[in-house]
């Protein structure tokens, strides 16, 4: 029988991601239209084991859809690892008299709320937050678009330099196990070539290209690499290789970093954590547990969280074929 639903906690976990806010909004506004108490817990899993909690309305939650990062703050837990640590945090959600739990964040937070949910028998929901877009279930994730948006207008001004200074630039991109970044910012920047974890160049066909650029006129390039790409240890290397073999070329290495986090949500972005904010509340009260809100083809569907974090988010092959192409 499913747990009637009076009073559901709302958290935010791992990395932020923006639209996180507008997301945190959405759900806490379908609460007060089903009349559901919202209640916000503070710094992810550390603040459910503390107690972190303070009630969402629909007014609390006003002019926060613009603002990047997230209201309710993130952290990572070591100590909700621990069964000692989960069940302080269940004693905390009992005290609290709440029914269910909506997560917004990537697979480390979704692995945590699944455990939890297993172990104490606790109705969880899962809201895909991150920019890597690297969760099965979903096509978009909450901030993905932003962070393209934001590093597109990052390279475009690199672009303006290496042009000037007949420069190679290679610009890092966030991406440690997925390229999805990488790949589409390179087709979306006109990059001469895009390294990603999913396919390994090597450092012979790199050369390869750049050469190819040099003869074909290309005075400057634009070198995208997702930081978990496997052809060398890391940017720097990369860089010292290319000034090694390729004498030709000036190498300048620009590392994005965090800056690909933040900034004001995309209208797209605020969009889509809307809908999902109101699926993941309407999904609770449907007597659905154990779940991931995702949208599939312009569809909200759930996806059950164990399948979205056993299944690795594929990299778009006719994407990679469109930049091979591009980068002639």
Do not use: W
């Amino acid at each position: 029988m499913a747990v009637k639903i009076t009073k559901i906690g709302l958290m935010t976990s791992g990395g932020d991601a923006p639209g996180m806010n507008a997301a945190i909004r959405s759900v806490a506004r379908t609460c007060a239209y089903y009349n559901i108490v919202c209640v916000g817990i503070y710094r992810g899993y550390e603040g459910m084991i503390e107690g972190d909690f303070k009630i969402l309305t629909a007014r609390s939650v006003n002019n926060i859809i613009n603002k990047g990062g997230t209201i309710l703050k993130s952290a990572r837990s070591k100590e909700f690892r621990t069964k000692e640590g989960r069940k302080k945090a269940y004693s905390h959600i009992k005290k609290a008299n709440i029914d269910a739990l909506i997560l917004i964040g990537g697979d480390g937070t979704f692995t945590g709320g699944l455990l939890f949910s297993e172990e104490f028998n606790f109705p969880v929901i899962g809201i895909p937050g991150t920019i890597d877009n690297d969760i099965y279930g979903t096509n978009y994730t909450i901030g993905y678009d932003t962070a393209l948006n934001t590093i597109i207008e990052v390279i475009d001004k690199i672009r303006d330099t290496a042009s000037s200074h007949k420069r190679l630039f290679f610009v890092e991109v966030m991406g440690r196990d997925a390229g999805h970044i990488a790949l589409n910012v390179g087709v979306g920047a006109g990059a001469e070539e895009i390294l990603i974890p999913e396919e390994d160049l090597g450092l012979e066909r790199l050369l390869m290209s750049l050469r190819h650029s040099k003869q074909t006129g290309k005075s400057s390039s634009i070198v995208v690499v997702a930081e978990g790409d496997k052809i060398g240890k890391n940017v720097f290397e990369l860089k010292d290789y290319v000034e090694e073999h390729l004498s030709e070329y000036e190498v300048r290495v620009s590392v994005l970093g965090h800056m690909q986090r933040g900034g004001s949500p995309s209208c797209f972005d605020r969009v889509l954590a809307s809908k999902m904010g109101v699926k993941a509340v309407e999904s609770l009260l449907d007597g659905k547990t154990n779940y991931m809100v995702g949208t599939i083809n312009n569809k909200m569907e759930l996806t059950p969280i164990k399948k979205a974090l056993k299944i690795h988010s594929e990299i778009n092959k006719e994407l990679l074929r469109v930049s091979d192409i591009m980068s002639t």
